[in-house]
């Protein structure tokens, strides 16, 4: 891993662990809610998890709680980092 | 609670098992002597998942859960409801109850794996809603929007009948007007294939052949059924189709061991003798019995004695057949898909038959139809009745008396 992550690096772990998760890849924006993805909190909380694999950041319930949009996502993991 | 003791009836079946998806697969191929047994296990080989779930749906899963799914869908488009829109009775009178013996054993070993691997930083927040015991009637509650009450039941092998049994008793005390019942079960894992082989349950040589001299344990399988239940004045009053009744249910514990049965099946008559009892049927209007014959040495033994102990002389009058001699031990589902295989086999009038069985053992001198399935040869005109036994390990026995409609 490089020591600096840019945000189209982490956009792109974040859309793959959608599509794992089951998300239609054609709904998958920047934009895109997580409610029209389908992705509920156990879904975040996976995603919490490959993030900190990935990054070694921690993100608990309270922190994704008000990530509403694949950019709320993004935007929260990188200013993390 | 106000005591309705109303008939319940069966109005529609499901079923996923090592000899295909489908519960008329299973009656037809079984009566036709095909055997879903492949190097000593019977796994459900043709079932995919995502046949009958979204790839979202499939990993929010644990394959016990999945058989159920797939059951569950079959048993309510059988019974003529619409799985994915309105209900025929109001919601919070359709309960869910769902039998296993193991619950999501892959669940668990995949997060001991990577517990031990990867730390527990990385054991998945799926790890819970997957394994426990009660994922698979959830997942059906959910799926169908069934707001009654809803849980699994666990009793080893006799999950399925006790689930079954549980549902008859709740529609009967008037809890509800509908419930989808059944067992399911996925343990096919090295985990479970060492742990039931240390116990010397498991066969050696692979072949299921219940009550034969040569038996040498179970052949462990895989699969679900399901079963809608409803209140029969209830279903009359919606024009349901009904396929059969089940008439009774009688449970008992052999209080004996953890594992073996009472070898004078005692305990197991206890139940069977209650099943009659709470059908209001006497022994000799008992047409057929779908023995649990694991292909185990006691139990073979122990339910012989148990069904002549219960039934007297007309025991040997009648054929007592193991769905197991044709798909092995589905443990804590077998309850449930041999209550559907007993009513389809009711319905048609015809004892499936005991495959794999040339030598009964000493002693096992019931007519267990070895080989070719034979017509039922029930009393006149009248619907035929049977039993379905099921024992599971810490003694629970359960038995439910079946009639074709």
Redesign the interface.
């Known amino acids: 891993m490089s020591t600096v992550t840019s945000e189209e690096q982490i956009e792109k772990l974040v859309i793959e662990s959608l599509e794992t998760?089951?998300?239609d890849p054609d709904l998958i924006t920047r934009d895109a809610t997580f409610e029209a993805l389908?992705i509920d909190s156990?879904d975040l909380?996976?995603l919490s998890?490959i993030v900190?694999?990935s990054y070694g950041v921690e993100l608990k319930g309270s922190d994704v709680a008000d990530v509403k949009t694949v950019d709320d996502a993004v935007k929260l993991i990188a200013s993390r980092l | 609670m106000h005591v309705v003791s109303e008939q319940v009836v069966v109005t529609g079946v499901g079923a996923v098992t090592p000899l295909g998806v489908g519960a008329r697969t299973l009656h037809e191929r079984w009566s036709a002597g095909a055997v879903g047994i492949r190097d000593g296990e019977a796994p459900c080989a043709d079932f995919e998942p995502t046949d009958f779930l979204?790839?979202?749906?499939a990993?929010?899963a644990d394959r016990f859960t999945q058989l159920a799914i797939a059951a569950c869908a079959e048993a309510l488009a059988d019974a003529g409801w619409d799985a994915d829109g309105e209900l025929p009775y109001a919601p919070e009178r359709v309960g869910c109850v769902l039998g296993t013996g193991i619950g999501g054993i892959a669940t668990l070993v995949d997060g001991q794996d990577t517990l031990r691997e990867r730390g527990a930083?990385?054991v998945?927040?799926?790890s819970v809603?997957l394994m426990m015991s009660n994922a698979g009637a959830g997942a059906l509650s959910m799926r169908h929007g069934l707001r009654g009450p809803s849980f699994a039941v666990s009793s080893a092998c006799a999950s399925g009948a006790h689930a079954l049994g549980c549902a008859l008793r709740m529609l009967q005390c008037g809890e509800a007007d509908a419930v989808v019942a059944g067992g399911s079960e996925a343990g096919l894992t090295p985990l479970a294939r060492a742990a039931f082989g240390a116990l010397d349950a498991l066969s050696p040589s692979g072949v299921s052949r219940p009550f034969d001299a040569r038996r040498d344990g179970f052949v462990m399988g895989e699969g679900a059924a399901v079963m809608v239940l409803e209140r029969a004045d209830a279903a009359r009053e919606r024009h349901a189709r009904v396929l059969g009744a089940i008439r009774g249910y009688g449970a008992s514990s052999d209080a004996h061991h953890l594992t073996a049965p009472r070898d004078d099946g005692a305990g197991q008559a206890a139940a069977i003798g209650a099943a009659l009892a709470d059908a209001g049927v006497a022994a000799e209007e008992v047409d057929y019995v779908n023995a649990h014959g694991t292909s185990t040495p006691l139990n073979d033994r122990a339910e012989t004695r148990a069904i002549k102990l219960a039934l007297g002389e007309h025991a040997g009058r009648i054929p007592v057949t193991s769905t197991k001699s044709a798909i092995g031990h589905l443990l804590g589902a077998a309850g449930a898909v041999e209550a559907v295989a007993t009513l389809l086999a009711l319905r048609d009038r015809i004892a499936p038959p005991t495959l794999g069985l040339s030598e009964p053992d000493d002693g096992l001198d019931l007519d267990y139809v070895p080989g070719a399935a034979r017509p039922l040869s029930a009393g006149g005109e009248r619907p035929a009745l049977g039993l379905s036994n099921s024992f599971g390990f810490g003694g629970h026995n359960a038995v439910l008396c079946v009639e074709a409609a």
Do not use: Y
């Open positions: 998760f089951g998300a389908d156990l909380a996976e998890q900190h694999e | 979204t790839a979202k749906a990993r929010r930083e990385c998945s927040p799926l809603p």
